[in-house]
């Protein structure tokens, strides 16, 4: 390791560097002068070749040796620590720009307030840097970063990783900032049966589960979704709560419910972690059985099945019955094969779009 740092036009010299000219001025060896400095050889050798910082002792004994102040000292070890962290932040800022390149600012700008700064890439990338409460971007390439990917495919690509990394951590400093209960499964199972009364109240339901939720020690959060994160929704343990967020990707009124039942059925299972659009075959389907079930009853829906009449008719008295939103119905039959997903009239008369609104 070298005494001094060159990095672009500028150089950063360790103390080290100094005391060696010290030395070599003085005529003695470095052995004689360690000794005189009451420091061994082999300590002023790594001080020299700049492979340990100067300690207070040594600036100390240099300062009674050499009759110059111990603050001397302890500035050039200061100044060359603040030029060596200002290299590496400088590099670190050349790699995150490779990463920023995943990102689409204008999502944060539009949905959380941040300023408006076209072709200001460095400041984009501090904005982002500071809203996501991250020292670099770089760790949003991390799959372990802030909860399991258990459900991606292998050929997640960067770009699903580093989306899906940014919206689970807008997700989580949300719950942060949110004072609730412990956790309290028992009270969750009550506020779920709560929310399956609040399918066909499409401008209410929101604040009335996510209140429910939150008393039970839940939080919850819907956001936009994030352009390549491909995922739909994420469940995690923060303190004693639980993070529960979904994004507006299936804002559909089938979708919009059967993805919240399915993150709500990962929370009763304690098996937290991200949901994404294109899993792997199998690792979901306990989460989507009972979200199925949840959603609608089996013993119900078998019997109206049976009787083979799939109309808007038919399906809006069948979701009367089980008192839901008959767009859950619809979804289901064209899940299960009984009407086809390009039957529009049925769908635009039956699913409700919802749009998301950042709280």
């Known amino acids: 390791m ?4 060159e990095y672009k036009d500028t150089i950063a010299f360790h103390p080290g560097y100094y ?9 003695l060896t470095q052995e004689d002068f360690a000794k005189r400095l009451d420091t061994t050889p082999k300590n002023l050798s790594y001080l020299v070749r700049g492979e340990q910082s100067l300690s207070i002792d040594i600036a100390m004994k240099l300062s009674r040796m050499l009759g110059v102040s111990v603050s001397y000292w302890l500035n050039l070890q200061k100044t060359y620590d603040s030029l060596v962290a200002e290299f590496k932040s400088d590099e670190e800022l050349a790699s995150e720009k490779k990463t920023f390149e995943y990102i689409d600012y204008h999502y944060f700008r539009d949905n959380f307030g941040l300023p408006d700064l ?3 890439v460095d400041e984009q990338i501090k904005c982002v840097r500071e809203f996501l409460n991250v020292a670099t971007l770089n ?3 991390d799959k372990n970063l802030a909860v399991s990917f258990r459900s991606a495919s292998d050929d997640l690509s960067v770009s699903n990783i580093v989306n899906a990394n940014a919206m689970v951590q807008i997700a989580i400093n949300s719950a942060l900032k949110i004072n609730a209960p412990k956790y309290d499964k028992k009270k969750f199972l009550e506020a779920v049966e709560y929310a399956l009364t609040l399918t066909t109240r499409h401008n209410e339901f929101f604040p009335l589960i996510r209140k429910a ?4 020690g839940v939080i919850f959060v819907i956001l936009p979704n994030l352009k390549n994160s491909g995922i739909n929704g994420a469940t995690k343990k923060v303190g004693s709560n639980v993070m529960l967020m979904v994004n507006d990707r299936r804002a559909y009124s089938d979708t919009f419910w059967f993805t919240l ?3 709500i059925g990962h929370i009763i299972n304690g098996d937290y972690g991200i949901t994404f659009s294109h899993q792997v075959k ?7 059985l009972y979200a199925q079930n949840a959603l609608i009853p089996t013993e119900e829906y078998e019997k109206f099945v049976m009787k083979g009449k799939f109309d808007e008719q038919s399906i809006r008295l069948f979701a009367n019955e089980i008192e839901r939103d008959p767009g859950i119905v619809l979804g289901r039959l064209q899940n299960d094969g009984k009407v086809t997903f390009n039957n529009s009239e049925l ?4 699913k409700h779009k919802y749009k998301v609104k950042v709280v």
């Open 261 to 263: 039942f399915h993150e």
């Open 282 to 288: 199998g690792k979901e389907d306990a989460a989507d």
């Open 347 to 350: 769908s635009k008369a039956l």
């Open 213 to 216: 939720f939150l008393d039970a």
């Open 139 to 141: 760790v949003l390439k």
């Open 19 to 27: 005391i060696k000219e010290i030395i070599e001025d003085s005529g």
């Open 118 to 120: 076209p072709r200001k």
């Open 2 to 5: 070298s005494n001094y740092i």
